[in-house]
């Protein structure tokens, strides 16, 4: 016979089997803003990937029709806005700008902001920063 041991069925040799409103909670928790998908995964003491996994599966109403502001807010993560760009002539403020993409440097004026990035940063991680600076 199977145990019930946080939120889900356990059989000894077995995978554990999630119940759908156990799986649907923990992807609810991941759309709360601010939310990270591995600390909600952390918590729950189950796999990142298995959770982004659920996500997908949410979206797709695997587990119910989805809230619709989390479709939304899914879609537009998946879009890439196009940012304006412009091409301006050759000045002592583009050569400290040679230097600095020498130091692995990436600089982005917003209206509002500036945004200079030293260092490697994951696409994940830029994508979120010009998102949320552009908005």
């Avoid at 500036?114 to 940063?121: E, F, H, K, M, P």
Wanted: hydrophobic share 40%.
């Amino acid at each position: 016979m199977a145990d019930i041991v946080d939120g889900k069925n356990e059989a000894p040799g077995r995978r554990p089997n999630f119940p759908r409103e156990f799986k649907r909670q923990l992807v609810e928790q991941t759309f709360e803003p601010g939310a990270s998908v591995s600390l909600v995964a952390r918590r729950n003491d189950i796999n990142t990937n298995l959770l982004f996994r659920w996500r997908r599966q949410y979206l797709q109403g695997v587990f119910g029709a989805p809230h619709p502001a989390h479709v939304q807010q899914q879609s537009e993560v998946d879009v890439a806005p196009f940012l304006p760009v412009s091409v301006v002539a050759e000045t002592e403020t583009s050569m400290s700008m040679r230097e600095a993409v020498s130091e692995n440097v990436c600089e982005i004026e917003f209206d509002r902001a500036r945004l200079r990035i030293r260092g490697n940063v994951s696409p994940d991680m830029l994508r979120l920063l010009v998102r949320e600076l552009s908005r």
